[in-house]
């Protein structure tokens, strides 16, 4: 089963303001993982937060995770223009199985 | 420069044909990946490799063969190109096969015409 849906698809905002996202994914995990893409480019690992955790701060970056919903946000406080891109959560379950499963991305535009 | 570098950044071929993509990482990890890229942008992984051993195989045509000659190589080799086939196929690694936080490279773009 695919884990690691996001929400908005996509998401336009002005300079200055907040982005807000989401990803929801199916099973137990030991992680939770943002990544962002630019166009064309490979993914960039943004911040991780363990399962245990609720929330996790990264300069303008703030995730939290509910695993009672199995969800998870990553915001984004005083978007820049260069903040544009793809940006996409990842799932790392527990046991022996390490892989990162990856959600569909949310593209955010910033607008100067 | 200290990164996961994948080659080439382009390929473009024709139905049938094999083609190779390699990868290479200078950064000590133990693991790496291939994903391949959608054009719906959804990532799938395809293979890991620890420390040169196949640990993840996902439901992949074995028309798609990973080497890992060592631990800082993973190349993937694809015979029979198929159209379907075209995608970005993305490189990664992580310290350890535990995955906490990848660093991947910039993409091969394979077009199948």
């Known amino acids: 089963s695919q884990q690691g849906e996001e929400d908005p698809q996509a998401l336009s905002i002005q300079e200055g303001e907040n982005a807000t996202m989401n990803c929801s994914y199916k099973t137990s995990i030991n992680n939770l993982q943002w990544y962002r893409q630019n166009s064309g480019r490979g993914l960039v690992h943004l911040i991780l937060i363990l399962s245990n955790e609720r929330e996790k701060h990264s300069g303008r970056l703030r995730v939290t995770l509910d695993t009672s919903k199995k969800s998870s946000s990553l915001l984004i406080t005083a978007s820049r223009a260069a903040d544009t891109a793809s940006y996409f959560c990842a799932s790392r379950s527990g046991g022996s199985n390490y892989k990162l499963t990856f959600g569909k991305g949310t593209l955010l535009t910033v607008n100067p | 420069d200290t990164a996961v570098s994948q080659t080439p950044k382009y390929l473009v071929t024709q139905m049938g044909n094999d083609k190779s993509i390699k990868c290479e990482q200078n950064l000590g990890h133990d693991t790496m990946y291939w994903y391949k890229q959608d054009s719906k942008k959804f990532l799938k992984i395809m293979f890991s490799?620890?420390?040169?051993?196949?640990?993840i195989n996902e439901t992949v045509p074995n028309r798609f063969s990973p080497k890992s000659p060592d631990k800082a190589h993973l190349n993937l080799h694809i015979n029979s190109l198929e159209l379907g086939d075209s995608a970005v196929y993305f490189c990664a690694s992580s310290q350890d096969n535990r995955g906490d936080g990848y660093t991947f490279g910039s993409g091969t773009r394979l077009t199948v015409v």
């Open positions: 490799y620890n420390n040169k051993e196949l640990i």
